[in-house]
């Protein structure tokens, strides 16, 4: 049987609708997931032309990028946000004990551990790993939050941009003079590393300094510009966002930071000049560890039930709590948070600044050659560049599971809603059949009376 040129034709269109459908949503699923692309683009140019973007580098990053770009960021951030939401996490003790905890406690010890593992494993003493490596994991792992990226996609995500603010001016403010006393407690000692012990804390005067300074200009004063204009013209601030896609724009500030980055890391040349096996071990260690990090953030912001029962019997709900004031038996109360609050407390709690990981290291490590310094640099700016890629997924992940929860919310509602007008209808019916029985009955009465009258007369 032998097809016709109708049959044909109908064959070869399905197969080209289908094609067309199959390049329709590759286009949708990369516009949707534009900035992995771009920071792949961003870690290309690095690679290629680390003297543009790299600090004293053509553009002059630590000027342009560094102060400009985040600064920007955080401007359009303070035209969207809502000064109530600020408020309202500003006295939200439980999010920044969760947070600061996570980030400056928790974090620092998991990697002790992982560090004293390394070491009896004899990855140090065998050359496997160099001690230069461990050092800069012990520094990655006790500065605070990242200033720019971790707002950026907690937004992106659908979080509470504003709780991730707040966290983001407490961790730098109180990181930044907590970190080198960390650094100090928690760095191991003997063999190779008696020679990479850090300078004395005096020398630590200069990089405070340039933290704060650039906490002010780029974060804070930006920051309150934008609250100002968002208080005095509401409605020309909703236009201009609007009108030139400013929050869109952030992501687009985003990849000028991590290009920086990324060329930072590259212009060394520790990349190259180390051992690859310690390179390689590095770069796998961090993946596995901002996962593991936001699995952490993510278990303990949202607890099983049973397991915050049985932790607040014995802390919240135990009789030494019922003493505790309010505000304080409060923030230590094991619940779970909103679902925006978790995402959140996850972006803050597993990210590092290089901000103040690499001037740190600088100040702390004055005292060696400039190779040692770069290579002890070098976990700090693996972590975070490979931070950026690993949590543009979990914003991805983050923005399903968001929205799968409101879909159930909005189902259940739904269905309640359709419940209660079936009920409705079926009330109305129910009247309506009774007033028809009325109606029925009602001249059945006048007739009997009727008669009975007749009677009478």
């Known amino acids: 049987m032998s097809e016709t040129p109708e049959t044909h034709e109908s064959v070869e269109a399905k197969k080209s609708r289908g094609s067309i459908q199959i390049v329709k ?38 000027y342009s990028i560094l102060y400009g770009g985040i600064a920007l960021i955080f401007f359009i951030n303070g035209m ?6 600020l408020k309202e996490h500003a006295t939200n003790w439980r999010l920044h004990i969760v947070v600061q905890g996570i980030s400056l406690v928790l974090i620092p010890v998991i990697q002790l551990i992982i560090v004293r593992i390394v070491i009896a494993a004899g990855g140090v003493s065998s050359g496997t790993v160099d001690a230069s490596i461990l050092v800069g994991m012990v520094v990655v792992s006790c500065i605070p939050t990242t200033i720019a990226s971790n707002v950026v996609m907690t937004r992106n995500a659908g979080g509470d941009e504003a709780a991730a603010i707040i966290e983001v001016v407490i ?30 804390a005096d020398t630590l005067g200069p990089m405070y300094a340039n933290v704060m300074q650039q906490l002010g200009l780029s974060v804070l004063v930006p920051l309150v510009v934008g609250q100002t204009l968002r208080w005095t013209v509401p409605k020309q601030v909703a236009w201009t966002l609007k009108t030139f896609y400013l ?12 290009w920086s980055t990324f060329s930072g890391a590259f212009q060394t040349g520790a990349l190259t000049a180390l051992p690859k096996a310690s390179v390689i071990f590095n770069v796998f260690l961090n993946i596995a560890e901002y996962i593991l990090f936001t699995a952490v953030c993510y278990w303990i912001a949202s607890p099983p039930e049973l397991l915050a029962r049985l932790v607040n019997g014995y802390i919240a709900d135990s009789r030494l709590g019922s003493r505790l004031p309010k505000i304080v038996k409060r923030a230590v109360t094991i619940k779970k948070m909103p679902k925006e609050l978790v995402v959140a407390v996850c972006f803050c709690g597993a990210a590092k600044t290089t901000s103040v990981g690499i001037p740190l290291a600088a100040a702390m490590w004055s005292q060696l050659d400039n190779f040692t310094i770069s290579s002890i640099q070098v976990p700090v700016l693996l972590y975070t560049v490979e931070q950026v890629f690993v949590a543009q997924f979990f914003t991805i992940s983050f923005k399903w599971w968001l929205h799968r929860g409101k879909k159930g919310t909005s189902d259940v509602e739904s269905n309640i809603h ?40």
């Open 171 to 200: 961790g730098n403010v109180v990181g930044s003079f907590l970190a080198p006393w960390l650094i100090y407690g928690f760095l191991p000692s003997g063999g190779g590393f008696e020679s990479l012990r850090p300078a004395k």
């Open 25 to 62: 949503k590759a286009l949708g699923f990369f516009w949707s997931n534009w900035l992995v692309l771009g920071f792949g683009l961003a870690c290309v140019l690095g690679y290629f032309f680390p003297h543009v973007a790299a600090r004293g580098g053509v553009i002059r990053s630590e």
């Open 247 to 258: 929050a869109q724009f952030c992501s687009v500030l985003l990849m000028l930071v991590a």
């Open 80 to 85: 969207q946000l809502s000064p109530e939401k």
């Open 418 to 457: 359709i419940h209660r007008e079936q009920r409705r209808t079926a009330d109305g019916q129910d009247n309506v059949q009774r007033n028809r029985s009325n109606e029925v009955e009602a001249p059945a009465e006048l007739i009997d009376a009727n008669a009975l009258g007749e009677k009478r007369v």
